[in-house]
């Protein structure tokens, strides 16, 4: 019987990118307490790199008309498995300075809890140390109950725009007010903070300052953009700014938003591929890498990374994908000593 790759089955695969970048990919269960390196570490690692439905979409598996959405239910290469894709979501660790790895996740949307089962075990995390949110769609913030499995001894920190928490607080009532909860009364225990875009701020007990960057996110929404040291994370972005870019401008690694391949030309909400290059193109100092996330069904890993290569060599574009670890030699000035 071939092997058939799901989201349930759990093997890790190590290796390398061209520009150092780390990856993994698993394949068949493992056990819980078995991880693939408990170290400390400074890196990122992308937890989600599709769109607000993912990939693949049932109704592609249904059809089976969709080459990309077949590699990624039924790939048997780590390759073409790198087709799957949950909502977008970052994991930033680093290490404090009293030598303790910190855990700092951007984003918990609505399948991002798959990403946590698959990657948290692997990477050693048995908990969170705070949660940034980027805007309050549903594929950012649906995953926030979730957060009830981190918070069992004590409160998580949780950081947001006031227009955000407008948003949310009538979507999980619950979460603000224990007298609305039903059954049990079990829900996760959130210290919520109130992120001014126009500000930097501080998580970990001061320790790591992020820079908010708000963007245009389609007709009348802004988004936030964080820039953490040498890395800048837009993960929805449809219109860009003189004042966004300079806080983007003299990032190494650079994680943007970019919805559809060429020959689409334009979309409402997000980046297409056109959009990318020219905002690339318009910093004064491009970034040494640029990976692509945001990605719809549209996009496949080996084809597209290919064509990128070829149509850009300058600009050393390619396709961000869930499991992918970049590591963080230098924060930057942004890790402070409290």
Same mark, same amino acid.
């Given at each position: 019987?071939?092997?058939?790759?799901?989201?349930?089955?759990?093997? =890790? !695969?190590?290796?390398? *990118? #061209?520009? @150092?970048?780390?990856?993994?990919?698993?394949?068949? &269960?493992?056990?819980?307490? $078995?991880?693939?390196?408990?170290?400390?570490?400074?890196?990122?690692? =992308? !937890?989600?790199?599709? *769109? #607000?439905? @993912?990939?693949?979409?049932?109704?592609?598996?249904? &059809?089976?008309?969709?080459? $990309?959405?077949?590699?990624?239910?039924?790939?048997?290469?780590?390759?073409?498995?790198?087709?799957?894709?949950?909502?977008?979501?970052?994991?930033?660790?680093?290490?404090?300075?009293?030598?303790?790895?910190?855990?700092?996740?951007?984003?918990?949307?609505?399948?991002?809890?798959?990403?946590?089962?698959?990657?948290?075990?692997?990477?050693?995390?048995?908990?969170?140390?705070?949660?940034?949110?980027?805007?309050?769609?549903?594929?950012?913030?649906?995953?926030?109950?979730?957060?009830?499995?981190?918070?069992?001894?004590?409160?998580?920190?949780?950081?947001?725009?006031?227009?955000?928490?407008?948003?949310?607080?009538?979507?999980?009532?619950?979460?603000?007010?224990?007298?609305?909860?039903?059954?049990?009364?079990?829900?996760?225990?959130?210290?919520?903070?109130?992120?001014?875009?126009?500000?930097?701020?501080?998580?970990?007990?001061?320790?790591?300052?992020?820079?908010?960057?708000?963007?245009?996110?389609?007709?009348?929404?802004?988004?936030?953009?964080?820039?953490?040291?040498?890395?800048?994370?837009?993960?929805?972005?449809?219109?860009?700014?003189?004042?966004?870019?300079?806080?983007?401008?003299?990032?190494?690694?650079?994680?943007?938003?970019?919805?559809?391949?060429?020959?689409?030309?334009?979309?409402?909400?997000?980046?297409?591929?056109?959009?990318?290059?020219?905002?690339?193109?318009?910093?004064?100092?491009?970034?040494?890498?640029?990976?692509?996330?945001?990605?719809?069904?549209?996009?496949?890993?080996?084809?597209?990374?290919?064509?990128?290569?070829?149509?850009?060599?300058?600009?050393?574009?390619?396709?961000?994908?869930?499991?992918?670890?970049?590591?963080?030699?230098?924060?930057?000035?942004?890790?402070?000593?409290?």
């Amino acid at each position: 019987m071939p092997f058939r790759l799901t989201p349930g089955r759990f093997l =890790v !695969l190590c290796g390398f *990118t #061209s520009a @150092g970048a780390v990856y993994f990919r698993s394949k068949q &269960s493992i056990p819980i307490s $078995t991880v693939e390196d408990s170290s400390p570490h400074s890196q990122v690692i =992308v !937890l989600g790199s599709g *769109t #607000s439905e @993912g990939v693949p979409r049932a109704s592609c598996l249904a &059809s089976g008309d969709c080459k $990309t959405c077949h590699a990624a239910r039924w790939s048997e290469t780590t390759a073409e498995a790198r087709n799957y894709r949950r909502n977008t979501s970052l994991l930033i660790q680093f290490v404090d300075l009293n030598g303790i790895q910190r855990n700092v996740c951007i984003d918990v949307g609505k399948i991002w809890w798959g990403g946590v089962l698959e990657f948290f075990p692997q990477l050693g995390v048995k908990g969170l140390d705070a949660v940034i949110l980027t805007h309050s769609h549903f594929d950012a913030i649906g995953g926030l109950d979730s957060l009830r499995d981190f918070t069992r001894k004590e409160s998580l920190p949780v950081y947001t725009r006031k227009e955000d928490m407008s948003v949310i607080k009538p979507m999980f009532p619950y979460m603000f007010d224990a007298k609305k909860a039903t059954g049990s009364g079990f829900v996760p225990q959130l210290d919520w903070k109130t992120i001014n875009p126009n500000k930097d701020f501080t998580v970990v007990g001061d320790q790591l300052k992020i820079t908010p960057i708000e963007v245009e996110h389609g007709r009348n929404c802004t988004c936030l953009g964080f820039r953490v040291g040498p890395v800048a994370y837009l993960s929805d972005i449809s219109k860009s700014t003189d004042k966004d870019k300079k806080k983007v401008d003299g990032c190494t690694t650079l994680i943007i938003d970019c919805l559809e391949p060429e020959p689409q030309q334009r979309h409402s909400s997000h980046f297409v591929e056109r959009d990318v290059v020219q905002y690339v193109n318009e910093l004064k100092t491009k970034p040494k890498q640029v990976f692509l996330t945001g990605l719809s069904h549209n996009w496949h890993h080996t084809v597209d990374n290919k064509r990128l290569a070829e149509d850009y060599p300058e600009l050393n574009l390619r396709l961000a994908f869930d499991g992918l670890k970049i590591p963080v030699n230098d924060w930057e000035g942004a890790l402070q000593a409290t």
